[in-house]
């Protein structure tokens, strides 16, 4: 199965029609990107909703098919969704069209109209669910469509846990169909009880004494075993309730855990924070008084046309108040003369004619220097001008020193995004932390755990009294097999052929259940070295337990303690993953939903350089932080498809889009 297009409708957050495209008739890496509450894993669950009629949310619950419409459609009365798939599968192609349509906004509404179409090579198919179960089972979908917290829980083997370890145990029979065998293994137990009544029945028809007491034992023991298992089954159905919500509370302590070791780091995280921000203000301070001056470089050619204008006025201004100085050293002169020309006793003029030269060339000078007169004193206005523009044109900035401070500017707002990022994320796990919860959590831990020993116990009881009663019952057919009624010894042969037949049967499953373990921790293996980070780490290994180890090449098993690392944790649990995912023989794409949240850049590289042989089609929901700009090169052109989701509003939802370089 290889998905080539999906059309999303009113489904999620995306209102109105979508459609994604797989390039390439589907094969390669297909990235879809976006930032958290942007849409991205609800495609993951429309295609999920497409195959199956249900989404599962990560807490393993069934989300309501009210949840699932378009908010905006129900504000406008649509209630109805639909997801098409069009895919290809064993060289033809297909197509499956759910859809869901209610009069009223109610999920029994929703579940009634509820319509299947599936078509393979235009012709539609009879049986489309029976279809979509043989093309991929919605038992085994979860290792073919997975998240990061899905890692985490197989991350939990690693714990040797024994919840965690039946986790494990339980996957590998999924995968390998186990459970089919079970159902058939109980099959075959329904009809051996079918003779043994139908043998007591015969009995009590015989008639006597001894055959009465030899029916009623027999129908007593059977009563009594059918009773016994029922038990059985009841007290392992309430373990596996307990033990679910066991590793549940676990998984929130291990996270409690977790945020409490991050509060130092929210501490540091700040600080670090604090001094890029203060590093980055300065640098803006600096580029600020940079660009307050940037006028003077688009002035600097006027400038100097302004200068040499400047020079000359100003030359010019200097030489007539030169020539004013002159004139008024006249002017004095002429008027020392008139006074001369007076007597300073009486006041009679002395020479008349002398007189009247003086007055006639003091009136011209005073005329001169009037027209020689601007400013009472030296005209300087020009000169300091000059110098203003000088001093402009020798401190204009250098465009280059610009560039390089907005290159710092920008590799500071970088870090600080990813600072502020990374106390985003380590504050909302922070947040709704009560100091006392932890301490609740565990005491709840233990009794759910004594709680889950006790009922193991009662298990064990119960079996060893249904082997009682077997062999008790055993004893008994072998009475009844010597009672010499023909018909009797063939009912009775029968029902010791089905039990022998039972017992090479179980045999059977035990051991080809031990072959496909080993199998799984061989293939394990084989991704996990492809992808590990450390050499000494030779493989994987699946203990009787069904618990995960790391062994190194000196055969040493080495324990979590010894080797924990967030991202080796990871790669193991990949590598299982993947694993499980090769051994269940199903041919379908893998969709990954943001898997690399907790990964460094070497762990990151390692995987995304094994993603294309994962499988032929593999679609990657990533945000920026888990796929970094650069990361591409390390999927060596295999990227077929690269698009972007991102959220407008409320009312318009979001929209799939082409991402640009």
């Known amino acids: 199965m290889i998905i080539q297009k999906v059309e999303i409708h009113n489904f999620g957050p995306y209102h109105g029609s979508h459609t994604i495209e797989f390039n390439n008739n589907g094969s390669g890496i297909h990235l879809i990107r976006g930032g958290n509450g942007q849409g991205k894993t609800s495609i993951q669950r429309a295609i999920l909703w497409a195959l199956y009629g249900k989404v599962i949310d990560r807490q393993g619950k069934s989300i309501r098919p009210t949840s699932l419409l378009n908010q905006t459609a129900k504000n406008d009365d649509i209630y109805q969704y639909i997801v098409q798939l069009h895919f290809e599968h064993e060289g033809k192609q297909c197509k499956i069209i759910r859809s869901a349509k209610a009069s009223s906004h109610n999920d029994k509404k929703y579940e009634e109209g509820m319509e299947l179409e599936v078509y393979n090579d235009g012709r539609i198919v009879p049986d489309p669910e029976h279809y979509i179960q043989r093309i991929l089972p919605s038992t085994v979908s979860r290792f073919y469509f997975f998240d990061g917290e899905m890692l985490r829980d197989y991350e939990e083997l690693l714990e040797g846990d024994v919840n965690a370890t039946a986790k494990l145990k339980d996957s590998i029979e999924r995968v390998l169909g186990v459970p089919f065998f079970k159902t058939a293994s109980s099959d075959l137990d329904m ?31 059977g009563d009594m075993i059918e009773a016994t298992e029922m038990s059985i089954i009841s007290l392992e159905e309430q373990k596996e309730t307990l033990e679910a919500t066991l590793v549940e509370d676990k998984r929130k302590l291990a996270d409690m855990e977790e945020v409490r070791e991050k509060a130092m780091e929210r501490l540091k995280l700040e600080g670090e924070l604090g001094k890029w921000q203060e590093k980055k203000k300065n640098k803006e301070l600096e580029r600020g008084n940079l660009v307050e001056h940037i006028y003077k470089n688009v002035l600097s050619p006027l400038a100097r046309n302004l200068v040499q204008k400047l ?89 280059e020193d610009l560039k390089k401070i907005d290159r710092t500017i920008i590799e500071y707002e970088y870090e600080i995004q990813r600072l502020h990022s990374e106390l985003q994320e380590i504050q909302s796990q922070l947040e709704g932390v009560d100091a006392d919860e932890p301490r609740i959590l565990e ?37 009844l097999a010597s009672i010499p009624q023909e018909q009797l010894k063939q009912l009775n042969k029968k029902i010791n052929s089905i039990g022998q037949l039972k017992s090479v049967f179980d045999d059977a499953v035990s051991e080809f259940r031990e072959e496909q373990k080993e199998k799984v921790e061989s293939t394990a293996t084989d991704i996990f070295k492809q992808i590990r980070s450390k050499e000494e780490f030779n493989r994987l290994s699946i203990n009787d337990q069904y618990g995960l180890n790391v062994v190194t090449n000196q055969e040493t098993v080495l324990n979590r303690s010894e080797w924990r690392s967030s991202g080796e944790e990871q790669l193991v649990a990949l590598s299982l993953i993947g694993a499980l995912n090769q051994c269940a023989q199903v041919e379908a794409p893998i969709f990954m939903d943001t898997p690399f949240g907790r990964l460094d850049v070497s762990h990151g590289e390692r995987i995304l350089k094994y993603l294309p042989n994962m499988s032929e089609q593999v679609v990657l929901l990533v945000t920026d932080r888990e796929f970094r700009e650069g990361d591409e090169i390390y999927l060596a052109g295999k990227i077929k498809t690269d698009l972007t989701v991102r959220y407008k509003s409320e009312k318009d939802g979001s929209v799939i889009l082409p991402t640009l370089g």
């Open 191 to 221: 009809v051996k009880r079918k003779f043994e009544k139908e043998r007591t029945r015969m009995l009590k028809q015989l008639g006597g004494k001894d055959f009465e007491e030899l029916a009623e034992d027999q129908q007593y023991l």
């Open 443 to 479: 005491i709840k831990i233990r009794q759910k755990e004594k709680e889950s020993g006790r009922i193991t116990g009662m298990i064990e009881e119960k079996r060893n009294e249904k082997l009682q009663l077997l062999s008790d019952k055993s004893d008994l057919d072998i009475r």
């Open 311 to 399: 020079e000359i006025k100003s030359g010019q201004a200097l030489e007539r108040y030169s020539r004013k100085q002159r004139l008024m050293g006249e002017a004095d002169a002429l008027k020392r003369g008139i006074s001369n020309s007076t007597c300073s006793q009486c006041g009679t003029i002395l020479d008349h004619k002398k007189l009247k030269e003086f007055k006639s060339a003091l009136d011209e000078t005073q005329v001169k220097i009037e027209e020689l007169t601007v400013l009472p004193e030296p005209n300087l206005s020009y000169e300091h001008s000059k110098l203003a523009l000088e001093k402009m044109m020798a401190s204009i900035i250098s465009v």
